[in-house]
């Protein structure tokens, strides 16, 4: 197989599994995006994590809600639980890297916060022990997965999972679900201000 049908099938498998899912994931999206501007307009907190290339995508929605994203808006209140390499390192070494979102969630977390989890397979044990101690701070969870959902799908407030085994597709979804939920939040708040 030549790298020009490569590419073309993985556009083509991209687009499929988007069109897809996109019937199914709509109304959780949905949900998750009024839960999220909620918990902001109230000037509580999101808090993400993920690991590897769901790490990423953690710290790229916190970005955008403490930055902006397609409107201006004043800047929103995001904590990305995968940037501090001097907290993540101690509480691997100290305790163990399971407890790494953990902690800071113990710490940081507070009732009316919510977390926003990633996990290709619903089976981190470090994101797997942050939804729980998230719920021990009475924080609500937001679960972006993939192939069944795993031991997070029982967890979550909302699970927004994405219908594939593959990790670079999954991914690919979430990225797209993290712009729409990054578009309905700008739109609630920015049209729907609460004092």
Known sequence: MNLLNRINQ?????????????????????????????????????????????????????????????????????????????????IANDYTFDKIFSRQIQALGQKGDILLALSTSGNSPNVLKAIEAAHLQNMQIILLSGRDGGKAAQSADIEIRVPSQSTARIQEVHLLIIHSLCDIIDHLITENPKK
């Open 10 to 90: 993985h556009f083509s498998a991209s687009i499929e599994l988007q069109t897809q899912a996109k019937s199914s994931l709509a109304a959780p999206i949905a949900q998750a995006g009024e839960m999220m501007a909620n918990c902001l307009q109230q000037k509580h907190k999101i808090m993400t994590c993920g690991n590897g290339g769901s790490a990423e995508q953690a710290q790229h929605f916190s970005s955008e809600m403490i930055n902006r994203f397609e409107k201006e808006r004043q800047a929103l209140a995001a904590i990305a639980l995968t940037t501090d390499s001097s907290t993540l390192t101690s």
